[in-house]
Antibody, heavy 127, light 107 residues
Framework: QVQLQESGPGLVKPSQTLSLTCTVS??????????WSWIRQPAGKGLEWIGR???????NYNPSLKSRVTISVDTSKNQFSLKLSSVTAADTAVYYC???????????????????WGQGTLVTVSS | DIQMTQSPSSLSASVGDRVTITCRAS??????LAWFQQKPGKAPKSLIY???SLQSGVPSKFSGSGSGTDFTLTISSLQPEDFATYYC?????????FGGGTKVEIK
């Protein structure tokens, strides 16, 4: 059973860089066809997709955050990371890491659906 | 971005009821749609992908249908553990976007 666990500072000052790590257990981050993703949720609000990194290392980012986001992977530690620069109060949220598994549908082709999620970590941006 | 609109935004139902939640995409997304369940203070749980395929371990009382722009999630017989907020998500195009959620409450 795959498990994901977020870690990182719970408080970040405005204009600084938010850095989070997701540790994957129960499977190798570098094997299989998976996208390793970050999603966030402000308190009392809905979910926002931040970006993802594929097993091969290729990345996709939400255009609304692209200029500030970097997602990377450390296969030696079975971890992937999120960096979000120049944060403001609007970046205060619970941040989730998650896995998306690639599948093949005979009618529509390839897709990647989120299957496993971390428990989430609250990051507050405040001075 | 593709807008995902869920309806209703909330509903009250009794144990044993059949519940249907609707999700509409602002443009066609084929069947690239997922459903998630979230309980207060917890991470979302993945229920369905590809519009109608159950994630491993998800009970068969959950079912999904639809293609193109209109999708539904049905819970065949609501149980106490099913009271939660449900979200749909399209992953046909970037960025993947979520619906605003449907809160299922106890009547």
């Amino acid at each position: 059973q795959v498990q994901l666990q977020e870690s990182g500072p719970g408080l970040v000052k405005p204009s600084q860089t938010l850095s989070l790590t997701c540790t994957v257990s129960g499977g190798s981050i570098s094997s299989g066809s998976y996208y390793w993703s970050w999603i966030r949720q402000p308190a009392g609000k809905g979910l926002e997709w931040i970006g993802r990194i594929y097993t091969s290392g290729s990345t996709n980012y939400n255009p609304s955050l692209k200029s500030r986001v970097t997602i990377s992977v450390d296969t030696s530690k079975n971890q992937f990371s999120l960096k979000l620069s120049s944060v403001t109060a609007a970046d205060t949220a619970v941040y989730y890491c998650a896995r998306a598994s690639v599948y093949y549908d005979i009618l529509t082709g390839y897709g990647a659906g989120l299957d496993y999620w971390g428990q989430g970590t609250l990051v507050t941006v405040s001075s | 971005d593709i807008q995902m609109t869920q309806s209703p935004s909330s509903l009250s139902a009794s144990v044993g009821d059949r519940v249907t939640i609707t999700c509409r995409a602002s443009q066609g997304i084929s069947n690239y749609l997922a459903w998630f369940q979230q309980k207060p203070g917890k991470a979302p749980k993945s229920l369905i992908y590809a519009a109608s395929s159950l994630q491993s371990g998800v009970p068969s009382k959950f079912s999904g249908s639809g293609s193109g722009t209109d999708f539904t999630l049905t819970i065949s017989s609501l149980q106490p553990e099913d009271f939660a907020t449900y979200y749909c998500q399209q992953y046909n195009s970037y960025p993947p976007t979520f619906g605003g959620g449907t809160k299922v409450e106890i009547k």
